[in-house]
């Protein structure tokens, strides 16, 4: 399965895709997904937390499609916490 590093690394690459979805800074989003090893997808997006409120889990299961990790056996289920940096005053 896909290491701790490699999933806090392809989440932050997403970062992008999911302010276009409605996530706000200081927000924080519990975004859980499912990885399937035969292919490295990611499926089953369940939103969380105050981040999630306005946020479309289709736009949030569409900014994660080219999300890939390397084959593996089995699945993992993954729950990434994100939250954006607020912009400087």
Same mark, same amino acid.
């Given at each position: 399965?896909p290491? @701790?590093?490699?999933?806090?690394?392809?989440?932050?690459q997403?970062?992008g895709?999911?302010?276009? =979805?409605?996530? $706000?800074?200081?927000?924080?989003?519990?975004?859980d997904a $499912?990885?399937k090893?035969?292919?490295?997808?990611v499926?089953? *997006?369940?939103?969380?937390?105050?981040?999630?409120?306005?946020?479309?889990?289709? =736009?949030v299961?569409?900014a994660?499609?080219?999300?890939?990790?390397?084959?593996f056996?089995? *699945?993992?289920? @993954?729950r990434?916490a994100?939250?954006?940096?607020?912009?400087?005053?």
């Amino acid at each position: 399965p896909p290491s @701790v590093a490699e999933l806090d690394e392809a989440i932050v690459q997403q970062y992008g895709d999911l302010t276009g =979805c409605g996530l $706000r800074p200081g927000r924080l989003l519990y975004l859980d997904a $499912r990885i399937k090893g035969h292919d490295g997808s990611v499926t089953g *997006v369940v939103l969380g937390g105050e981040g999630s409120y306005g946020m479309s889990v289709s =736009c949030v299961e569409n900014a994660l499609t080219d999300m890939h990790f390397r084959p593996f056996d089995g *699945v993992v289920d @993954v729950r990434w916490a994100v939250q954006l940096d607020r912009p400087e005053p």
